[in-house]
């Protein structure tokens, strides 16, 4: 990728468990462009590893993104054919199994064999990285460790991109590395060209949220309309030769890209304008300009960098008990007493084992307190004819825990009257700590899938 025609990097999925029918759609714009182009898919959220971790556990070819298949099968063909690389997180706790099944699925597709890295650094779970963890947390580092993660850089991503990968496999990278690097591998840039590389950051800042660029979470009818939520295009970001960027969306798609749909998502997230932290470089966002050039298309510029910081953001997380919660419904004339009631029964029942949530949704779900306790000013009288009953708590012993569902479920004869629709869930409760690690403790880098399938 040395070529200096502008580079096209779309979005089609800025969550784990987004639209499975987003890519087809950028990768047909990709194509009608014929430009240079990538397909990023962000799947990672803080806990998302940790609970990765916990299904790799259970069987060890899992462990990567559950939706893999459903995301790539549609487009994978068409990227492979028209030079489209892939590049995405989706490896989460589990690289190189998601590598062996998309390798599996080329196959199954009749495609010519893609070249697949995988990047690895990311991962501190192991025996030896636990020195390196003791010493960044001391006696704040949980006992039982179910992942461990650094927030790892670009370089990977642009030197397996640079070798020639057409797909690369990341587990947890910053998410606009995504971007970063196939920026960094395509131009060239040197790694302390920090306003270009500030500037591609920003672009995969726009990108990593998926629709939240396009209009999805901006919408709020009558205030701020956009038009056809159900179809909303996904995100493609132009980066020319300086970083510099413009954002738009497939043809056809809905939705819309506006000064404000790019301002909302430039700010997300960002505690400092001036200083925000990626393990590529440190962007300052106060001088940027969003300007509109056409419907739908909106550039982003005057992003400025600094050197990138010496430590990396390392997530670990550990089991905390377990998290059992339970809903029940109560519709008619007195809904909100008979469902309060129904919370102080089970509240009775239960007083004392371990701290006990209570919501009536739709009426102290947000604006009352813990115990149910409505704010000043609040009548009881206007309550809503229609509430739904939630509780919820967390115990370190599954079999205490446990007793909350039964309860909830117990509320269909045991009273008050009315009630109906239970639904009870229990999972694994995952506590969080963060530290900083010097980036140049951690050894990243990429290798290439292993040929052999396993299955």
Not at 171 to 185: E, F, I, K, T
Not at 279 to 298: F, G, K, S, Y
Not at 406 to 425: D, F
């Amino acid at each position: 990728m040395t070529t200096h025609k502008p580079l096209l990097i779309g979005c089609a999925a800025g969550f784990s468990g987004d639209r499975v029918d987003a890519a087809g759609p950028v990768v047909q714009e990709l194509v009608r462009r014929g430009q240079p182009a990538v397909l990023i898919f962000e799947t990672l959220a803080e806990r998302t590893l940790a609970l990765a971790q916990l299904a790799r556990r259970q069987n060890p070819e899992a462990g990567f993104e559950p939706l893999l298949l459903d995301f790539l099968t549609p487009v994978l063909a068409d990227c492979l054919a028209h030079g489209i690389r892939i590049v995405s997180n989706f490896g989460a706790a589990n690289p190189q199994s998601a590598a062996r099944a998309i390798a599996r699925l080329a196959r199954e597709l009749g495609t010519r064999p893609p070249k697949i890295a995988v990047v690895h650094g990311d991962d501190l779970s192991g025996p030896a990285q636990r020195g390196l963890l003791e010493q960044a947390l001391g006696e704040q580092l949980p006992a039982s460790i179910v992942s461990a993660n650094a927030y790892i850089g670009a370089r990977p991503i642009a030197e397996a991109l640079a070798a020639g990968a057409d797909i690369v496999v990341c587990g947890r990278v910053a998410d606009p590395s995504l971007v970063v690097g196939p920026a960094m591998a395509h131009y060239g840039w040197a790694w302390d060209d920090w306003d270009r590389i500030a500037r591609a950051t920003m672009a995969g800042h726009l990108l990593e949220c998926g629709t939240q660029v396009t209009g999805g979470y901006f919408a709020d009818p009558g205030y701020k309309d956009v038009p056809g939520l159900d179809r909303l295009g996904y995100p493609i970001a132009e980066i020319d030769a300086d970083g510099d960027c413009t954002i738009f969306k497939p043809q056809g798609t809905g939705g819309c890209v506006t000064p404000q749909t790019v301002k909302e998502q430039l700010l997300y997230e960002i505690h400092d304008p001036a200083c925000y932290l990626t393990p590529d470089v440190v962007a300052d966002i106060t001088e940027a300009d969003v300007a509109q050039l056409a419907p739908d298309r909106v550039r982003l510029t005057g992003v400025r960098g600094h050197a990138r910081p010496e430590t990396l953001k390392v997530n670990v997380c550990h089991a905390t008990g377990w998290f059992a919660e339970g809903e029940i419904s109560y519709a008619g004339p007195r809904a909100a007493e008979r469902a309060r009631l129904a919370a102080q029964t089970i509240a009775a029942r239960l007083h004392g084992i371990a701290a006990l949530r209570s919501d009536l949704i739709g009426v102290t779900s947000v604006w009352g307190d813990d115990a149910s306790r409505w704010l000043a000013g609040a009548d009881l009288a206007q309550a809503p004819h229609d509430v739904r009953l939630r509780m919820a708590w967390q115990h370190a012993d599954r079999a205490t825990a446990e007793r909350l569902p039964r309860e909830i479920n117990a509320l269909y004869c045991c009273g008050p009257a009315g009630g109906g629709g239970v639904r009870t869930a229990m999972r694994q409760r995952l506590g969080m700590v963060s530290c900083s690690v010097a980036q140049s403790q951690i050894a990243t880098g990429f290798a290439w899938a292993k040929e052999q399938d396993h299955g």
